[in-house]
C-alpha cells in the first residue's frame, strides 16, 4: 500500500507514473477522487487505459466506482466526460 498526498502538479503526475509502474496483474488502485488521476479527460482514459492492459483495477472513493464491475466501468466512461477541471 502506497499513500501520498502531493499538491504540485508535476510532482503529482510523477509520484502517479511511479505508482502505475509498480502495480502489477490483479493490484487495485484506490483513489478519492477522479480528478486526482488527470487534468483533463484524456489523461484520465489514457490512465484507465494503461491500468486495463496490466489488469489493475480502479476505485473512486467519492463516487463509489469500481472497475471491478461492469457497472463501475460503465460508469467511469460516463463520468470521464465531466472530469475536465
Do not use: Y
Not at 38 to 53: F, I, P, S
Not at 62 to 70: E, G, P, Q, W
Amino acid at each position: 500500500m502506497v499513500s501520498e498526498k502531493v499538491s504540485r502538479v508535476v510532482k503529482a503526475k510523477e509520484k502517479l507514473e511511479l505508482l502505475i509502474n509498480k502495480l502489477q496483474n490483479g493490484d487495485v488502485l484506490v483513489v478519492t477522487r477522479m480528478d486526482h488521476l488527470g487534468r483533463n479527460t484524456l489523461q484520465l482514459l489514457e490512465l484507465v487505459e494503461q491500468l486495463e492492459q496490466k489488469n489493475v483495477h480502479l476505485v473512486i472513493l467519492n463516487m463509489n466506482i469500481d472497475t471491478r464491475t461492469a457497472a463501475g466501468k460503465f460508469f467511469l466512461t460516463v463520468m470521464a466526460g465531466f472530469s475536465v477541471r
